[in-house]
């Protein structure tokens, strides 16, 4: 049954007249509660207010999977205009972005010319940049950039998925570029070919991970709502003597907000992932699918508005 409304969820997701209308529609129903707003500058107040709670932030603009040149230049654009009014407005915020979003699907010169635009702005107001991980396919593409860039800037982070079994090599070879890494299960639909189909060996391989990479010494980010990866990560933190300033927890916005403010009393370092923009209706049905109980909280968002 899970499965079943999981998949779904996951093909609604992909049906363009829904997503339309959603847009002309406006993000009204869903700004201040899973997203920010339709663009950065109306996500603000939101962003504050988490700040003001003891919360860090990283904003992410929805849309991916970009097929035309110029949107992915409006993309970089608009990515440098977030970071400078970030600085400007002296906001606890990050920014994330997904490499589809500024061409990887086009060419990768197209990627590479958008991203030092980016890096460059980043780089000169402290802002890190964390590149998102999207599907297996580009999982190979996205890592080579990220290496690449690492090299020169330092403001630049990636996401790992405890999903794939090639992430434990990943890890590795990572070593020596001391990276900030944030850690996730992973969102998308991947064949068993390459990625674990249970999800208890997802949850075994994201605790090997973790472990691997404080260890290594690594920053880390550990994106996840699951209790029981947030305790083992505490618990291995106090094994190893690994001060609460080499990692930090993340959550999705408007999900476990109120274990997002324990996390924080208790003296952790804890992010909220707020995305914003047009493109909230996909991003919505994806976090539907992943936890369908999301359902009636989605319902009484749509009553209310
Ligand atoms: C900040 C952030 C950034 C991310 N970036 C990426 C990325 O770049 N690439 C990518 O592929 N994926 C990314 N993801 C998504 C991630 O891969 C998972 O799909 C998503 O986080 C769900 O997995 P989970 O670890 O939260 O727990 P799940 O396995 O979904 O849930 C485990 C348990 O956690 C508890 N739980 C989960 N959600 C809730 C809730 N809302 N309320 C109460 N309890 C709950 C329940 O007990 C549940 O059984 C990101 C996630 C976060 C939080």
Redesign the pocket.
């Known amino acids: 049954m899970e499965a079943i409304t999981r998949d779904f969820f996951l093909f609604l997701s992909k049906n363009h007249l829904l997503n339309n209308i959603a847009k002309k529609r406006g993000g009204s129903f869903a700004a201040g509660k899973i997203i920010g707003g339709t663009d950065f500058k109306s996500s603000i107040k939101f962003i504050r207010q988490l700040n003001d709670s003891g919360l860090s932030v990283?904003v992410d603009h929805l849309g991916e999977f970009v097929d035309s040149e110029a949107v992915t230049r409006e993309r970089t654009a608009e990515c440098i205009e977030t970071i400078e009014m970030i600085s400007r407005e002296k906001l606890d915020s990050q920014v994330?972005l997904?490499m589809t979003s500024l061409g990887l699907d086009i060419d990768r010169k197209l990627v590479i010319e958008n991203m030092t635009k980016i890096l460059d702005t980043a780089e000169r107001h402290g802002v890190m940049v964390?590149?998102?991980?999207?599907?297996e396919v580009r999982c190979q593409a996205t890592l080579d950039i990220f290496k690449e860039f690492k090299a020169k800037y330092s403001c630049i982070s990636t996401?790992l998925?405890?999903?794939l079994y090639r992430t434990e090599r990943d890890l590795s070879d990572l070593a020596d570029y001391q990276p900030f890494l944030?850690l996730?299960?992973?969102?998308?639909k991947e064949s068993p070919e390459v990625a674990f189909p249970e999800?208890k060996d997802?949850?075994e391989n994201?605790k090997k991970l973790i472990e691997q990479s404080l260890l290594n010494g690594n920053y880390t980010?550990i994106?996840?709502?699951?209790?029981?990866?947030i305790e083992y990560t505490k618990m291995l933190a106090k094994k190893h003597h690994i001060p609460n300033s080499q990692f930090e927890f993340?959550?999705?916005y408007g999900?476990?907000s109120k274990?997002q403010l324990d996390l924080v009393k208790q003296g952790y370092k804890m992010?909220?992932?707020v995305p914003y923009g047009l493109d909230w209706y996909g991003y919505f049905m994806r976090r539907l699918a992943?936890?369908p109980?999301?359902i009636a909280f989605a319902f009484k968002g749509m009553v209310k508005s």
């Open positions: 990283t994330s997904k964390t590149i998102d991980m999207e599907d996401v998925q405890a999903y944030r996730v299960k992973g969102a998308y999800k997802v949850d994201y980010a994106a996840s709502h699951d209790d029981q990866i993340q959550m999705l999900m476990r274990t992010r909220v992932y992943e936890r109980s999301n």
